[in-house]
């Protein structure tokens, strides 16, 4: 009678108790960053929208980078391994998570001996014995919630690897983008240092006949030269440019980038418009998936506090079988052959040389580094978006003035050239008009570039418009996971 009421009474006190941990309550740190975002002159160019970023294929409304941008998702090989990290991230929280229940297996054994002849009276025989057993092997009674807080801690780092993922997924959105914007500035730059070949050939051919009939120099006829061979340079380093820049975003791609889907000349991936936070509040951090990872961390982290206490404490284990025996193969299951086995078994931590304190100790200081990374990605976020808003905001007016630079510089070259054929300057002073020329040129298409960059920047810093509880088969993950918790009596 009192062995059929030990038992209710262990497992309502392994019922009451395994739900608890020695884990520290969690609370979410303060932001190390002011409440809303630079503002003043630049930033003055920048428009705000209430609305939420858009997922990635509304955001991008060219066709030919957007059909780019998915060939990088199905082929580049570094998001590939992120996506594969999320798997074995998952795997791992599920062999943590098998650890909180018992594992009974099935065994069956025959053992057969044989006893000599002078120690059975003269004649020799072998005996046999059969057994089959259902047994679980030693199971401990988280009493002190220590294995669930390594539970809590490898789901914690299964979020945060999926979180990294979705980074690495915006990440590489932003970078393709990028990538497909340069290869058509870089088709720009070469068209606009063949068009200057081709000028400085012209002026080196009138110069040769002007020279020829002696209205030139020798000197002005070989500043002449100097130019062709300057341009000659500068075109081969752009078309080197060009096929590195298609490398490049092939590299991201992960295959080959059909020729059709380059962009023709310097073309915008997107026309979306206004991206900004209204009110240029800093909590959109908030949604960024590295930030959402550095958090996970944190929060395995203080889960690891809990394992950690739960040491000081004593561990009870239970190992027990329930089968039959017999001395015949054919008797094994026959009535009256069953048997049982029943060995609890209780540890208590007296004298561990200082281990456990020093494991709490490691524990309490991985949690303040943990909170030390989580300000530090928080702040660095705020940074990467500082710097966005200032580009937005200047861009424009840049782009704007290198314009008027532009319309300037071809006005004093085509007025250099007229002075010079009419005899008021020399050539060098048409070399150095055009050299301005160019230059200026040159700077708008890199500050166009940089224009058209600006709102994918500020996309990807921002966090991208990515999914807050979604993983790569498109299923809830924390959901799951959370139910599966909850299942458990956590």
Known sequence: MIKSRVCPI?????????????????????????????????????????????????????????????????????????????????????????QLMPTVGAVGTETASKTPAYLAQGHSYVSHSY????????????????????NEAALQNYFATAENRWAAQIELIAAVASAW????????????????????????????????????????LEQAKTTVAQAKAALAAYQRELAQARNALELLVGTK???????????????????????????VLLNRPDIRAAENTLKAANANIGAARANFFPTISLTGGIGSASLHLSDLFTAGSGLWSFAPSISLP??????NIAQL???????????????????????????????EGTVKRQCAALKELVQATQNAYRLSQNRYKNGLDGFLTVLESQRQMVAAQTSLIASEQTRLNSNIMLYKVLGGGVPKDIDPDESGYKEKAAAEVKSDGV
Do not use: H
């Open 10 to 98: 262990v497992l309502a006190l392994v019922l009451v108790l395994g739900g608890c941990t020695l884990a520290p309550t969690y609370e979410q740190p303060q932001m190390p960053v002011p409440g809303t975002f630079p503002t003043g002159e630049a930033y003055s160019d920048v428009e705000t929208s209430a609305q939420e970023l858009p997922p990635w294929e509304k955001f991008f409304t060219n066709k030919n980078a957007r059909q780019v941008i998915q060939m990088a998702l199905e082929n580049n090989r570094d998001l590939r391994v992120a996506m594969l990290n999320v798997d074995k991230a998952r795997a791992q929280y599920g062999i943590q998570r098998s």
């Open 131 to 150: 057994q089959a057993n259902l047994s679980t092997a030693s199971w401990e009674i988280d009493l002190f919630g220590r294995l669930r807080s390594l």
């Open 181 to 220: 914007i340069n290869v058509g500035a870089q088709k720009q730059f070469e068209q606009l240092q063949r068009i200057t070949l081709k000028s400085q050939l012209e002026s080196y051919r009138l110069m040769q006949s002007s020279y020829r009939l002696g209205a030139s120099s020798l000197l002005e």
């Open 257 to 283: 980038v059909p020729e059709e889907l380059e962009p023709k000349k310097l073309e915008d991936a997107t026309e979306f418009g206004a991206i900004a936070p209204a009110g240029l509040s800093s909590t």
């Open 350 to 355: 007296i004298f561990t040389g200082g281990a």
């Open 361 to 391: 100790q490691v524990a309490e200081a991985d949690k303040a580094i943990m909170v030390a990374n989580y300000e530090k990605s928080i702040q660095n976020a705020f940074a990467e978006v500082s710097d966005a808003l200032a580009t």
